[in-house]
């Protein structure tokens, strides 16, 4: 089956901790991108990279970092830096960066902090 | 203000109602407008997709665009308990330009 895997589903993080979420996909999709979802707020762009070992800075990169080292990989990691973690975090991948193609999402990480 | 606005809802609707779900936006260079589906604890998925002005039909599902008005519509007809779920709009300008989300509108149908 083709598509988007991302894990773990739930993870919890202690205060001061970096804690990294994996998105992988096997469309062999040029981009992908990494979405903050907090209620009411809709989808928040955090980073995407369109293509591998290139990475751009979305709308709230701040305390965020990411690689792209494989096609079809593209982690997240949430550092110490990033005050209000607690969301949920949406992976997506696309043939080329932008709109004209569809987006396509992952299951979900729900992070939350303790 | 933000870019794109849409109502939180919840919507309840009976079984077998039409529904109308909406988004209004502030910048006329949107020109792709999406609508996407979100069940509860998932990732959103791909409803319609259309560019510019006008209508789409998909069998129960139609989306319309107004950019006179800046507004955007996706209709459920006979809507059932399974089209419960969260819709999110999402527009942009060029090809190439990244997407910009409304905060989503919760519907239930009822049976």
């Known amino acids: 089956d083709g598509g988007i895997t991302q894990s773990p589903k739930y993870l919890f993080r202690k205060e001061g901790q970096n804690v990294t979420l994996s998105c992988e996909q096997n469309l062999n999709h040029d981009a992908m991108y990494w979405y903050r979802q907090d209620p009411g707020q809709g989808l928040r762009l955090i980073y995407y990279?369109?293509?591998?070992?290139?990475?751009q800075k979305g709308d709230i990169a701040e305390g965020y970092s990411v690689s792209r080292e494989k096609k079809e990989s593209f982690p997240l990691t949430v550092t110490s830096a990033q005050k209000n973690p607690t969301a949920f975090y949406l992976c997506?991948?696309?043939?080329?960066?932008?709109?004209?193609?569809?987006?396509?999402f992952g299951p979900g990480t729900r992070l939350t902090v303790l | 203000q933000k870019e794109v606005e849409q109502d939180p809802g919840p919507l309840s609707v009976p079984e077998g109602a039409i529904v109308s779900l909406n988004c209004t936006y502030s910048?006329?260079?949107?020109?792709?407008f999406m609508w996407y589906r979100q069940y509860s604890r998932k990732g959103p998925e791909l409803l319609m997709y259309t560019y510019s002005s006008g209508n789409k039909e998909d069998g129960r599902f139609t989306a319309q665009v107004d950019k006179s008005s800046k507004y955007i519509s996706l209709f459920i007809r006979d809507s059932q308990p399974s089209d419960s779920a969260t819709y999110l709009c999402?527009?942009?300008?060029?090809?190439?330009?990244?997407?910009?989300f409304g905060g989503g509108t919760r519907l239930m149908v009822k049976p």
């Open positions: 990279s369109q293509i591998v070992n290139d990475f």
């Open positions: 910048n006329s260079a949107f020109q792709y």
């Open positions: 999402a527009m942009s300008g060029n090809a190439g330009n990244m997407l910009t």
């Open positions: 997506a991948s696309s043939i080329v960066a932008g709109t004209a193609s569809e987006q396509f």
